[in-house]
């Protein structure tokens, strides 16, 4: 998932423009990038943090829910089995393992009211963007959301080549 040439033309045209708004709307690539910084610098993983915000020199993103280690951990490990997979999108609910799938449909029932808001600290350098965890949920099918997994999974060089993409 954290290898840009390994997304589908679509994916990775999406997550271009999105971030090419996103860095418009909070200052600038730089403030993006720096954000994405600051997000590795927080141990164990960001999303844990009780004050449910993390802030560099230019931006803060928060969010309204704190996610409990447990759910971070059936992420990463969802991650990696799609990191062997090498699939370009895939739905998180093909599992075949029924107490797996459980703890998925226990996860997203959980995660999937958590909104993520990027603000500029400079009201100047503009209105800031928000995401949520989750790209589709339906009976079926659960995927992503891509910029969630960019911005707190890879690293900056997934965001610099999304960046640097062309459309």
């Given amino acids: 998932m954290c290898n840009f040439n390994n997304q589908s033309k679509e994916t990775q045209d999406r997550i271009h423009l999105f971030m090419q708004k996103?860095?418009?709307?909070?200052?600038?690539?730089n403030y993006l990038l720096s954000l994405i910084e600051a997000l590795r610098k927080v141990k164990p993983n960001p999303l844990m943090q009780k004050n449910m915000q993390i802030a560099s020199n230019n931006t803060i993103?928060?969010?309204?829910?704190?996610?409990?280690?447990?759910k971070v951990e059936s992420i990463?490990?969802?991650?990696?089995?799609?990191?062997?997979?090498?699939?370009?999108?895939?739905?998180?609910?093909?599992e075949e393992?029924?107490?797996?799938?459980?703890?998925?449909?226990?996860?997203?029932?959980?995660?999937?009211?958590?909104?993520?808001?990027?603000?500029?600290?400079?009201?100047?350098?503009?209105?800031?963007?928000?995401f949520e965890i989750f790209d589709t949920i339906s009976d079926e099918e659960?995927?992503?959301?891509?910029?969630?997994?960019?911005?707190?999974?890879?690293s900056t060089n997934f965001?610099?080549?999304?960046?640097?993409?062309t459309i």
């Fill in 76 to 94: 990463e490990k969802i991650l990696l089995s799609h990191k062997n997979s090498q699939e370009n999108d895939f739905n998180i609910l093909n």
């Fill in 22 to 29: 996103a860095a418009k709307s909070i200052g600038g690539v």
């Fill in 97 to 130: 393992n029924k107490k797996v799938q459980k703890n998925i449909l226990n996860m997203v029932r959980t995660l999937a009211p958590v909104k993520f808001e990027v603000l500029p600290q400079n009201p100047n350098d503009g209105e800031g963007f928000s």
């Fill in 159 to 165: 965001t610099k080549s999304a960046l640097k993409h």
């Fill in 142 to 154: 659960v995927k992503f959301n891509p910029i969630f997994i960019a911005l707190f999974f890879c």
């Fill in 61 to 70: 993103i928060k969010w309204n829910k704190v996610v409990f280690k447990d």
